[in-house]
């Protein structure tokens, strides 16, 4: 009887730890954009264009101690656009997309204050999707385009 137990609960025990111990079968995804601040606006405006080719990095450090424990890296394909996936959970972790790299000559300068953007890489937080969405980081242009002007007009504010 007591052989009967032990073998009953290895039967439940068994494939409950085998699925516990298996990596996630949805990768989590993370997605974002890379752009050239054509404006030196210091955000996104109409006129900005998107890089193909930019590079970026994702890291994950320990909250207490700063140890760099997760880093990947992609590059942008022709819409400016960058996805990671990642199979680890990374819960109790501090996560950034950072920039790395620009294949724009005269946009390579990361914009102060864009050049980073905190993810979160756990399923344990209510996020239902398997994306996680990095707020789009860009470069400078070394110089304005010439059009700018009427473009920041827009954002000016009025006295009524």
Known sequence: MARLSVL????????AIAVAARPARNPLTVTGKVYC????AGFETPASTYIAGAKVKVECKDRTSMKL???QEATTDSTGTYKLFVSEDHQDQ???AMLLSSPQLNCQKPAAGRDRARVILTRY???????RYANNMGFEMDQPLA???QVLQQYQDFDV
């Open 8 to 15: 009953l609960a290895l039967c439940c025990l068994l494939p």
């Open 37 to 40: 601040d054509t404006c030196r």
């Open 69 to 71: 424990l997760y880093s």
């Open 94 to 96: 501090l996560c950034d």
């Open 125 to 131: 937080n209510g996020i239902v999707s398997d994306t």
């Open 147 to 149: 059009g700018c002007t």
